[in-house]
Structure formats: structure tokens, C-alpha cells
């Protein structure tokens, strides 16, 4: 599949290997600005407006109210909905109920479709490849490159399958599958590949929870993550809003039934899960490798050999303030957040809202959907009125703790349950821990204070 | 962008692996100006400076000998995580201009060739050496040389690196990539009009405001 989009996207063969890459859908969001800034300077201009797409949502507030924290992200977000207007580009601004996270809305808008190249300045991208399309993120010079030229130069990434077969277990879910595929791989098992997740157990899945594996793909060090198009991909995006229509839609459904990889294709890594053999799972260390089992212990650095990961295993429980040897259930929060390009989704907030109802929040919760229409959803199925008299907070689409570049983070030493993909150092706010999972699991995690295993909670 | 050539400096070993871009810059510095004089300050930050502002002394950057080095012999998969490019930018504004390691991030990577910072990925255990060797001898200058593609030692220990031959021929001239890809100008027309004919569904519809 990798190589079939591939080849169709070929602009030049140039030096060592490179290659001219089309683009076919550019997405952007506050971080763009510096681009814009540079083009601006350079006295170019974006070259397919109409294949531009920008949001705003990395420094948005998500607290009812005014949605910018302070004057220099109101200049900065202003500035993103000047550039887009100057260059002819769709903005999906503030005020507009399709606001949201740039991987959220590209699906929901009907922009990513299965056989497209797309790329944003965002490591996240891969998100998109849950289509069968090729996504990957960049950085800012190649942000401006593709302004300018609707292109890239890039060298063809190695190819790995991971195919998840059987079903998952009640209380186990897509978040559980990525964690436990990068626990098994590595941070840095998919450097220079492309993966594509296959398997039936890959198939059984609803496009949000397909999103949310390949939204993760960079945490296993791979920029892109695809999943072959099926019929599930095919009625997730008819009628969207800017998929194609009518005679375009067919062309496009014939292409698109040719993309799964031939059954005789070969890949340079093969990985392989049993789904049945997946717990739900959280992180205790500042990895996303750092996955366990909610049934397991905090690890113990003496138990590893090799001393370079023994020492960042030292360090990671420092940071952490945990013991070895903990049972990972007993370990208490602080905080709750519920959102992210990962799991902000409706299918999200439904598996969240099924743990809360009738329960109570014992320390502060955030439900965040990803976009304003997302939330409008959710609302209507009375989402937010379980979560509201559980204690939960209902607040308004964007990034917010995933990163905290909005000023919304948690505090020094906090202990955090989060549906986001990372828990580094320092991630949701200085000295913040956090500890990565499924949005049912975070919300067990609200009800009780301490992490906990969802299946206990079931009735 | 500043050309890469060859470059003596003052080697910085960091020994801990998956060192990530939120790490090297925290994203609250993100909206800050790269030209801006204290850019630089903002180099691993949380690491370097305790909540008072001062540099804590144990945080390898902090050390006398290191100062000013100009070359980060790093572990697996540093720079892995955000995209954020100025991960690069603040590491070259302290004056970094070459990191060496057994694999970085791969958006890290490319970020690094487009800001002439450059990359260089040797085997685990020669980069280990490498570590080794500086702490042994803290202050230690390594050489990065682009055009023969090696790495040496004060000692005459040489180790030869695989390069992109792409991206070196970009470093060495100090070429601006956009005004490269400009040049194939022709191609992405032609490209572009096969990709209409062939892929009309592509372009979405107009989105209504
Ligand atoms: S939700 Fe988090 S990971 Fe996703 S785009 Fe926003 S900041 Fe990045």
C-alpha cells in the first residue's frame, strides 16, 4: 500500500535516492506562524491555497471564556488568521464550531482520504494514515518548503508490518493495543520506517479507535502509520463535508479498492500481537516504551542489564517519584485529562462516559473533546451531562494538557491519568508525572484516585 | 542556510537514551522569537537551571570544561518525540553544529540538515566510545569532517560516517533548498497537470465559510 501511494506521488528522481514527493493536502495550525512569517518575508506565496488547510489549537484556551490566554498567543493566533486570508487558505478559526485539534478535524472535515499524500508540521500527522493515506509530520523548513512548492524531498522510508490478529479482551481497547505495540518495539523500533498495522484485529476497529493507533506511530519512532482502507474507511467518509462527491466520490472508491497491499507483499520488519493477549495498559515511566499492564508492579532498575537503561530507568522513577516494586494500581493521582489527538473522539468520550456514569470524580477531571463539533455531538447524546454530575469538567476543543502551550498544565509534582500519547519530562507542565492510558481507564482513574484496572470496576 | 564544512570543537558527551525535543526545549519557549539574544538560555532548560534561575552544577552543560562545546556525542534516538524544529534552532544558537549518535529522531534528523547542523550516525559502540573517551579527557575536541566523512579524536582515532550524498552536497554549499526545488519548477507543472487528469478527486471542494 505504502508503495503503490508512493509511486503515484513521484514528481522528480533526484540525488542519492531522493525524491520530489507531491503533496495533496497541507494542514497547519499556530505553529505555522514562523513559516508564514518567512514566506511573508521572502515576498513568496503559497502555491495550492486550496490544498492548505489551517486550525487553531495548540495555544487556544479550552476554559469557557476568552479563548486566549494573554496578548502574545491573541497576536499570535490573530497573525495565523491573517496569513491564511492574505494567502487564500481555509480557516478553520476561532468562533467556528469546526475549530479543533488539526488531526481531528482533517478526518471530520473530509479532507483525509485513503491514497493521498498528507503532511502538517506536527508529529502527529501519522494520525491521518488510519485512511490509507500517506501522513507524515515535518518540521518548519519543510513547513515553508511545501508552502512554496506543494512538494518535499524525501528518501524512501523502510516498510514494517505489525499485524495484531484475534480479538481484544472486554476493558481493552486501541490505546491499549499502541501502548502495548511500542512497549514491544521500542521508542525507537520504527526509526526510518513506514509501519502499516494490519491483522484482523486492526480491521475490527472503528475509524476513531484506528486513529488512535496510528496517531502514536512516532512514539515507536516510525513518521508514518497507515492502515489499509476498508469498507468501515469508505462509510466514515462518504457525505463528509470536503470529501468528494458524485462523480469524483466513484473515481475515488475505485482508486481507493486497489490500495491494500497485494497478499504476497513484502515488508522489511515483520511484528506480530496477539490481541487476546493485550491488559489494559499504563505507563510508569517517562517513555511511552514504558508500558505495563495495570496488573503489573513498578519495574525494578536492578532486574536490567544493560546500564545505559538502567540508569534512564533510575532516573525516570526519580522523576516519577515511584518505588520499585509498587503495584502499579496502587499508585495515586492528582489530575485527569481526557482529550488529545488521541483520544478525543467521540468514541473516546462514549468509553469515558460509560466508566463515569453513576460514579464521582475524587480529584479534578478534564474532558476536552477535539473539535467544537465533536463536542456538539457528544452534547446532544447527553455526554456531558454524565460526565457533569460525575464531577467531571466539560470544557471547550483544543490540545490544551496534552502539551500545556496554552498555560493550561498541571502543577510541579502533580500526578497525572492522561489520554495523551506523551509522557515525557516536563510534557504537561515542569514537574508534571504523567501516566499514559485509555480514556476508560482514565476515567477509572477519576472515580477512585489511583490508577486502576477498568475491569475491577465493571458490574 | 551556513554551510558545513569541517569543524573542530569542544565535545559534549549526553549519555541518556531517547533524549526527546520536549526535553531540549520545553514547548513554552516555543513562541519565543529564535533571534532573540537569550534564545540560547533556553537549551534543555529544565535540566539546566534549577526553579531559582541558577545553573545546577550537576547538568553536563554546566561543567567548566564543557563550555562552549560546539559538538553533542549523544545515545539512541535522541531528539525522537515533537517535531518542533527548534529543538535544532536552540542548539545551534548555543553553538552547536554537529551531533553524533547511534539514531536520532527521524524529523529531528531532517530538521538538522536544514538548519547546517549536522547529523552523524555511527554504531552504537563507536559512539559509546566516543563518550567514553570524552570523559575520560573532559574538554576533549573531536573533529567532524564532511567531505572525507569522518569523525577523529585528538589521538588520530578516525571513524568514518554513511552521509546522505544528497543532503552533504546541500551542507557543504550551504544551499537553500526551496531555491532548489524552485529550479524543478517545470516537473511540478507537469506533475501537477497529469495528477488533475489522473486524480481529479483530489482537490477538495470549496469549503464554505
Ligand atoms: S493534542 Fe497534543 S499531540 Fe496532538 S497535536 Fe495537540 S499538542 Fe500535539
Request: net charge neutral; charged share 25%.
Amino acid at each position: 500500500m505504502f508503495e503503490k501511494i508512493w509511486t503515484r506521488h513521484v514528481v522528480a528522481e533526484g540525488p542519492g535516492g531522493h525524491v520530489l514527493l507531491y503533496v495533496d493536502r497541507h494542514l497547519l495550525h499556530e505553529g505555522a506562524t514562523a513559516a508564514f512569517t518567512r514566506l511573508a518575508r521572502s515576498g513568496r506565496r503559497v502555491r495550492r491555497p486550496d490544498l492548505s488547510f489551517a486550525t487553531a489549537d495548540h495555544y487556544v484556551r479550552t476554559a469557557p471564556g476568552s479563548p486566549v490566554p494573554d496578548d502574545e498567543i491573541r497576536i499570535m493566533v490573530e497573525g495565523l488568521g491573517r496569513h491564511t486570508v492574505l494567502q487564500g487558505i481555509t480557516y478553520f478559526g476561532v468562533g467556528d464550531p469546526r475549530r479543533g485539534i488539526v488531526h481531528v478535524i482533517g478526518p471530520e472535515q473530509g479532507l483525509t482520504v485513503p491514497g493521498i499524500t498528507l503532511v502538517c508540521g506536527d508529529s502527529h500527522t501519522a494520525t491521518h494514515g488510519a485512511f490509507g493515506a500517506l501522513a507524515f509530520g515535518i518540521g518548519s523548513s519543510e513547513v515553508e518548503h511545501v508552502m512554496v512548492t506543494q512538494t518535499l524531498w524525501q528518501k524512501r522510508p523502510r516498510t514494517m508490518r505489525i499485524t495484531v490478529d484475534g480479538r481484544l479482551a472486554p476493558g481493552v481497547d486501541a490505546k491499549d493495543v499502541i501502548l502495548a505495540i511500542i512497549a514491544k518495539i521500542g521508542a525507537g523500533g520504527g526509526v526510518g520506517h513506514a509501519i502499516e498495522y494490519a491483522g484482523s484485529g486492526i480491521r475490527a476497529m472503528s475509524m476513531d479507535e484506528r486513529m488512535t493507533v496510528c496517531n502514536m506511530s512516532i512514539e515507536g519512532g516510525a513518521r508514518a502509520g497507515m492502515i489499509a482502507p476498508d469498507d468501515t474507511t469508505f462509510a466514515y467518509v462518504e457525505g463528509r463535508p470536503l470529501a468528494p462527491r458524485g462523480a469524483a466520490w466513484r473515481q475515488a472508491l475505485a482508486f481507493w479498492k486497489t490500495l491494500p497491499s497485494d497478499p504476497g507483499a513484502v515488508f522489511d520488519r515483520e511484528v506480530a500481537l496477539a490481541a487476546g493477549e493485550i491488559a489494559p495498559t499504563v505507563t510508569w515511566g517517562t517513555s511511552p516504551q514504558d508500558a505495563l499492564p495495570i496488573t503489573a508492579r513498578v519495574p525494578d532498575p536492578a532486574d536490567v542489564g544493560e546500564t545505559g537503561r538502567r540508569e534512564s530507568m533510575v532516573r525516570a522513577l526519580a522523576y516519577m517519584g515511584l518505588r520499585p516494586g509498587t503495584p502499579l494500581a496502587e499508585i495515586a493521582v492528582n489530575r485527569v485529562f481526557i482529550g488529545s489527538c488521541t483520544n478525543s473522539r467521540l468514541d473516546d468520550l462514549r468509553a469515558a462516559a460509560r466508566v463515569a456514569k453513576g460514579r464521582r470524580a475524587v480529584v479534578p477531571a478534564w474532558v476536552v473533546p477535539g473539535s467544537g463539533l465533536i463536542k456538539r455531538a457528544a452534547e446532544q447524546e447527553g455526554l456531558d451531562q454524565i460526565f457533569l454530575e460525575a464531577g467531571f469538567e466539560w470544557r471547550e476543543s483544543g490540545c490544551s494538557m496534552c502539551v500545556g502551550m496554552n498555560g493550561e498544565t498541571a502543577r510541579e509534582g502533580e500526578r497525572v491519568a492522561s489520554t495523551s500519547n506523551r509522557n515525557f519530562e516536563g510534557r504537561q507542565g515542569k514537574g508534571a508525572r504523567t501516566h499514559l492510558m485509555s480514556p476508560a481507564m482514565a476515567a477509572a482513574a477519576a472515580v477512585t484516585g489511583r490508577l486502576t484496572d477498568v475491569r475491577t470496576l465493571r458490574t | 542556510m551556513r554551510a558545513f564544512t569541517r569543524l573542530t570543537g569542544v565535545a559534549v558527551p549526553i549519555d541518556l537514551p531517547n533524549v526527546d525535543t520536549d526535553r531540549i526545549i520545553p514547548a513554552r519557549f516555543l513562541r519565543r522569537d529564535r533571534d532573540e539574544p537569550e534564545y540560547a538560555s533556553f537549551l534543555f532548560h529544565d535540566v539546566r537551571f534549577s526553579a531559582d534561575g541558577l545553573e545546577k552544577a550537576d547538568f553536563i552543560l554546566n561543567q567548566r570544561r564543557y563550555r562552549g562545546a560546539r559538538i553533542v556525542v549523544a545515545a539512541e534516538n535522541f531528539g525522537c518525540g515533537s517535531s518542533r524544529e527548534a529543538a535544532v534552532w536552540v542548539l545551534a544558537a548555543y553553538g552547536f553544529r554537529a551531533v553524533i549518535a547511534p539514531s536520532l529522531g527521524d524529523i529531528f534528523h531532517q530538521n538538522c540538515f536544514k538548519n547546517g547542523v549536522l547529523p552523524v550516525i555511527l554504531p552504537a559502540d563507536v559512539v559509546a566510545g566516543l563518550r567514553a573517551h570524552i570523559h575520560a579527557q573532559p574538554g576533549a575536541a573531536l573533529t567532524v569532517d564532511l567531505q572525507p566523512q569522518t569523525v577523529s579524536t585528538a589521538g588520530g582515532a578516525s571513524h568514518r560516517f554513511e552521509v546522505d550524498p544528497f543532503r552533504k552536497e546541500m551542507l557543504l554549499a550551504g544551499r537553500d533548498e526551496i531555491g532548489l526545488t524552485l529550479g524543478f519548477e517545470t516537473k511540478i507543472r507537469e506533475f501537477e497537470a497529469r495528477h488533475a487528469r489522473e486524480m481529479a478527486w483530489v482537490v477538495p471542494p470549496r469549503a464554505s465559510a
